[in-house]
């Protein structure tokens, strides 16, 4: 499976076009994800660095985003981590390592091909988490149908995925390709606010490639325009060289919400 994965890697996105078709939508959404109410969650966590919280004043300590991805190593059963990232491989990337692969969590992972990767202790887990987010990947964190699909993990309920998602090769840039009720499955960290403020000169640095993984970002009017599909992984923040766009967290509850909705879907212990 891994290997047909990365001979066809760049037929993703018009695979993502299929879920449109009246037919084979249907087939391949019971196939790749779960339709449920309860099936695929996914949330794409702010780079630690760019959120400022602004709103929260009265909180000195604001917990940071990778605390969710914490909090889930921490409570697992079972830690599995892939040694190299099959997305940057299948697309010979030349920007980021292809040994900082997926983290897996759960139950679920005893099912994996010990071939890919191999079970470790929470310390290294949390080591290979830092060693991602200073290599400036962002994380993508859920239940995610597919994962268990290509891995042969049945019970998808008891497998967490921990994606570390660089801008150019990530498998999830297909999103703007699936049918509507599939790209809902990604969703904003809770409490997530990107804005651009009045410091916008209309560069255009933010809409470069590679910067906005769904292009949730471009240019009206002479100055950058964030729309709805906008996940909130911070990378604008970081590309805009007038500092112009803010990532605010409105609820100072935001790390324990994206638990709490994540724990409903999958079960990590």
């Known amino acids: ?62 917990v940071v985003p990778s605390e969710v991805v914490s909090h889930f190593i921490e409570e697992a059963s079972y830690v599995f981590l892939m040694d190299h990232c099959v997305c940057r491989e299948a697309a010979d990337c030349q920007d980021y390592d292809h040994d900082l692969g997926c983290i897996f969590l759960g139950e679920g992972v005893l099912d994996i091909n010990p071939k890919l990767g191999k079970v470790v202790d929470k310390q290294t887990a949390l080591a290979h988490l830092e060693r991602a987010r200073e290599a400036g990947l962002v994380h993508l964190i859920g239940r995610d149908k597919i994962d268990a699909v290509w891995m042969g993990v049945e019970a998808s309920t008891k497998l967490m995925t921990v994606c570390n998602c660089c801008p150019c090769c990530c498998l999830f840039k297909f999103l703007p390709n699936l049918a509507p009720k599939l790209q809902n499955k990604v969703e904003r960290m809770p409490g997530v606010e990107v804005r651009v403020t009045e410091d916008c000169v209309g560069c255009g640095s933010c809409t470069w490639e590679d910067i906005c993984f769904i292009h949730a970002i471009s240019l009206a009017g002479g100055r950058a325009v964030i729309s709805e599909d906008c996940r909130g992984c911070g990378r604008c923040v970081e590309a805009c060289p007038e500092n112009a766009i803010r990532l605010d967290i409105d609820r100072d509850d935001y790390v324990e919400k994206a638990i709490d909705r994540l724990s409903q879907v999958v079960d990590v212990r």
């Open 1 to 62: 499976m891994i290997n047909f994965l990365k001979r066809h890697f760049s037929l993703r996105f018009a695979a993502a076009e299929l879920t449109k078709w009246p037919l084979i939508g249907p087939v391949m959404e019971h196939a790749l994800f779960n339709g449920h109410k309860s099936g695929d969650t996914l949330f794409y966590l702010p780079k630690d660095r760019v959120v400022i919280n602004q709103s929260i004043a009265a909180q000195k300590n604001v």
